[in-house]
């Protein structure tokens, strides 16, 4: 048994795949969310929810704040379909990036390309999944071809591209993102990449090889001997670049892992090692289960931050974790800040000015040498 | 206040660092801890901690299984003193190779480098850190110039060099490694990165950019033009040339994260990507506090793991989960391990046999490719 | 400083009794909620809460299944402004009887007495709390006076009431509870204690010496010489005939502790100690933030409770725990539930029926052990 | 199926009942674990579990404090072996009293009564063990007749006893020792309730009817008409006068739940109903796997507890939480302490001093209420 893989052929018909379809499900600003959410959630972490969801609509986006937003998005959320609430925040300018984990964007393909996503349970039996041939993620299941196909479809696009030098992650999902728009009309209401490749929101991962893409690019270097990589220099900087560039900074972390840690490095390196004053966060929102006693990054809280020079220490007050699994807090969020005042802006497509951004980032990078070798002259 | 940054000189004597010096602690074999996990740790995560120190030196270590052995690392191990349990394991032969967050590996230059990081509390004001220049990673404290100073040697390291093409983090980690056994004689003792070196461990990183490395590395490309860069696809391929030359494969996995998945997706590429029958992990032993049933991969279960082919269906017996702070239960799990009868194997020294088990790999894969093409006609 | 206690006169007007007072929040059954649990919470938590909410409405209330169900209360709930669910409940004849630590009972009290709980911050200086006299649960803060005069209610209510012989804690929290009613009129808005007596539903305490409640029934002993006392083992048996009773039984459980265990425990007394032979429960709903890997009864599945009897080992289909913290998850629930088709049921007013269901299982259990001495003979 | 009761007969041989026998541990002192607890648990949650070991060993066991110690016992302890540990302490004098659940007490029972729990695995099928009449405790097993057998002796021990009015539970479990003594000869080496009663240890329960033992009791009046019952104003009265008594108070708290808090309220009771002056605890040691952001008291910190007067606000620094499982925590720091300097302490044998100190509190309590009566004319 162990010398063959999962996802045999002519096991389709699986039992386990009865399930309805996982679906992006929409928020749309619903009133009576707001209203629990401001009157209902008073306390603990429902509290907490609440002080985020008012941090964000009230102040993060507040227009004359002019917040530059990054989201970051850690454990299965399209999986879960939670992919629906980032287009629908994307759509509507609220969130100006993303740094994700590349499982979330290989997952999102799935969607693009129509295949099927069920819901399941997470007290199944793992070696007759095996045997059927069926994949699971906690309790979504679907069927391991859905896995092959969506592989075919990115070492395709990687050929057809004819891409083959050192290229961000940003670039990289933006190019995937208008041949998804290309091959699959209309996907951008079911595709995260795709709806960011409109929307112009540059989506980057912090560990490029860490996924099923990250394995499919190698697989292209290794066979087609293609010079393709991902460089993670110019991820590194572009999004220092961008974070320099804003008026002011916050995110949306939503559970922790590598992305929060990608995000939050901007501001020490810029200062740490660039040599550039410039605050950290002037808001920080995190939903997560991780704890801070257990030390990790994921759980550390934004105070901790501050003593790295990630979150200005004048702001603690606008700084918040709620403690929920992010598939029941990420929609409430959503539904309220969708619904308030402040529930569209102008979207900044920060995708087309990558350049014009690292190009800033390496003046002041520069003149910051300058100066520090001049004082030691 | 903003736009400072932390670590501003002058600010040294700073009453937080009062506490003792952090040291890399080494197990040495305890007889009395071997009886405690034996005879004390009989039920819950007591006894699954023995379970796994059983596992690892009965089986995992014993000479008849060639097991190549994989340690992943996430969490802030280094800052907390840990490293001194990796560089005893990797002396001893007991791990074949290593998949780092970045974090760990950059702390893990500061002793190198003879900084000192001390013993503190988590209950400390970060504004009045932040003023003081005072670095906290949870309860682990020291002066922002640690930074500084090891960013200098990084990028100093970086020009001297001379590397100028995209690398593998193992090559990269290597290279490093000997310029501190170079410049800091005895590093080996107090660095995992130098100790890895000498003993022939390739450690990979995730996320490559993911880190002040990583930060070190862009400012390198962007200010000095360099065309060094880690190159994601040459990880991926050498970790599944690594594992697919295993006779039997099994893990340590501290925390979960980016380096667990890193780890387990080796399995997946082979049969997904590449089209190579091989099964999955014959041993699983992972110490984290993360949960099943938040949904993320760093609490999922060797169980869930089968659905995906990472972890053969037959052995679930041989994977077991201890869920324990692993500044806890790591050093205990080394001090048993070190004392068992199997407590040192002849060293597998992979770093310099990388090229070779990428051939391999790239002639299989063809070889497979050619294969299904075949079918195909 | 040690020999005084916190709340001190005249410290009134403290500058941290500033935020919003706590309500006890009316769900209503909100279709938008009841469309974002349906078609939004689709996997990992928010699918485990859907299911309930499904189990619980569709089947747990079904009007043909008769069930008698039981809630659980732990963790600070009323605290936090989750009252006016609990209230809802009983008043549309959805739970049946309630076993709540007794803190949430206490803090009950404060409501109907008209004194002000505020939203607060969990990040507050707690030495600087004591010095101004204001007490701290997590975030909900009020000042130490509130505690008094609860307590003087408490005492006079004691002496008034002229009870004087072990009783029970549902005759105790009812007596209480119609005393709040005459003194109070119109608490039954924002009161458990008083609604419940109300509604006829009884409420049990598990640990009946542990809230302020049972410090001062102590008092009462102690001090006026009374001979009232919580009898547990009319606890044991009232609940233990309630649950004989039920044509069906099934349980709502928020958080765990305690009153989970009081709840569950009543199937194995019934099998395992008075010999009755009686199913386990058929429907199971925890909401909880504790793990299952602690190996604790809070976080121990139904699964684990199906060895014990507690739960029949045929229905794991109709159990569900939802790992989020009750703030959150409860209310959603509640509005879900409330505008079900089954979101009304004539109420079983248990409270009134407890003698004569205590009778039965006197009865069975005496028939029982004669049968077992003639089967010795 | 449902009508029936696990345990059938004639299931005895189960292929369950495989592992080996869970027996007490006895720490010893080891200087190996001391040498690994002060020089390898530097950070995290390894340097929390050092800094309660020195609070414990060097301030808490120092002959000039004569602190009066409690230990609170939350989750499955005894059925997991740590019962030897407990032993230990006690013999040695090195805790005062003790709060626990029933159900650790009720297991202990096991031991005493020489029926033997097995190491098995939490990955078992629940509706098998079901089937064959095993009972599972997470991953300890033994079969059902384990349970009717020592609910055999309970009630025979009730009957025997002539036992019949209200009781505190310290009476009760000093009583119930005392027959073990009598009928185990020799079973003080392997049952903490045996040794309390030898080494005058009084053991209270917070919640008398949660568990065998209360189920049991609960039995025992309403079949045999007994008036024996636990009166829990007695357990109140009589912990806060042992706390009254203490010249420094100090808690070690393993879990949380129930026995956390009425070990906690003491001291309100003290101030908040009684009227006296008494500062709150000098030292609070807490091992548990609860987390502050769930809001309950479990994992709320002595932070916290200052507001309520339930910690002296002076002591924060020998206050410390270690979060980790007390499986692996608990017998590590017992080996420590043992191991210690102070490591043995004259026995202040509270068990047979509760008559005098509730004299004492009473007398106290009458002159405060006298005080403040007069105040008020």
New interface residues.
């Given amino acids: 048994?162990?010398?063959?893989?999962?996802?045999a052929p002519g096991q389709s018909g699986s039992s386990f795949l009865t399930g309805?379809p996982?679906?992006y499900?929409r928020?749309n600003g619903?009133?009576?969310?707001r209203r629990?959410v401001d009157?209902?959630?008073?306390?603990?972490?429902?509290?907490r929810?609440s002080e985020a969801c008012q941090i964000f609509s009230e102040k993060m986006l507040a227009p004359d704040r002019d917040t530059t937003i990054g989201l970051t998005l850690?454990?299965?959320l399209t999986?879960?379909?939670l992919g629906g609430c980032v287009i629908e925040l994307m759509d509507r300018g609220l969130v100006d990036f993303i740094i994700s984990?590349g499982?979330n964007l290989y997952h999102d393909l799935h969607y693009a390309l129509n295949f099927t996503l069920r819901?399941g349970s997470?007290?199944v039996d793992?070696?007759q999944?095996?045997?059927e041939g069926?994949?699971?993620?906690?309790?979504?299941l679907f069927p391991?071809t859905v896995?092959?196909e969506t592989?075919a479809y990115l070492r395709d696009f990687l050929v057809r591209s004819g891409m083959n030098e050192?290229t961000s992650t940003a670039e990289f999902h933006y190019r995937l993102g208008r041949d998804l728009l290309d091959r699959q009309p209309g996907c951008e209401e079911h595709s995260v990449v795709a709806r960011a490749a409109l929307a112009g929101v540059p989506i980057y991962t912090?560990?490029?090889?860490?996924?099923?893409i990250?394995?499919?690019?190698?697989?292209?270097?290794?066979?087609n001997s293609s010079r393709f990589?991902?460089?993670?220099?110019?991820?590194?900087?572009e999004i220092?670049a961008i974070v320099l560039a804003g008026t002011r900074n916050g995110c949306v972390i939503l559970?922790g892992?590598?992305p929060k840690?990608?995000y939050l490095?901007a501001q020490?390196?810029l200062?740490?090692?660039?040599g550039i004053?410039?605050?950290?966060n002037d808001y920080f929102i995190q939903i997560t289960?991780?704890?801070?006693?257990?030390?990790?990054?994921?759980g550390?809280t934004p105070?901790?931050a501050?003593?790295?020079?990630k979150v200005?220490?004048?702001v603690?007050p606008d700084t918040v974790?709620a403690?929920?699994?992010s598939?029941?807090?990420f929609?409430?969020f959503c539904?309220y800040v969708i619904g308030s005042p402040n529930g569209r802006r102008p979207r900044k497509e920060l995708v087309h000015r990558r350049a014009e951004l690292?190009a800033r980032?390496?003046r002041e990078?520069?003149a910051a040498?300058e100066k520090k070798l001049e004082v030691k002259t």
């Fill in positions: 048994m162990p010398h063959r893989a999962p996802g309805k996982i679906r499900y928020p619903s009133p009576d969310i629990l009157e209902g959630f008073q306390a603990f972490n429902a509290g929810l850690a454990g299965a999986p879960a379909g984990t499982a819901r997470p007290f793992d070696v999944l095996y045997e069926i994949i699971r993620i906690y309790d979504v391991a896995l092959l592989d050192p912090s560990s490029p090889g860490d996924s099923s990250g394995m499919n690019i190698a697989y292209h270097e290794l066979v990589m991902i460089d993670p220099n110019k991820d590194v900087n220092c559970g892992g590598s840690n990608f490095q020490p390196t200062w740490e090692v660039y004053p410039k605050g950290g289960t991780d704890q801070v006693v257990w030390g990790g990054l994921s550390a105070s901790e501050v003593s790295w020079g200005i220490p004048g603690l974790i403690y929920s699994d598939t029941i807090a929609p409430l539904e690292v980032l390496s990078a520069r040498r």
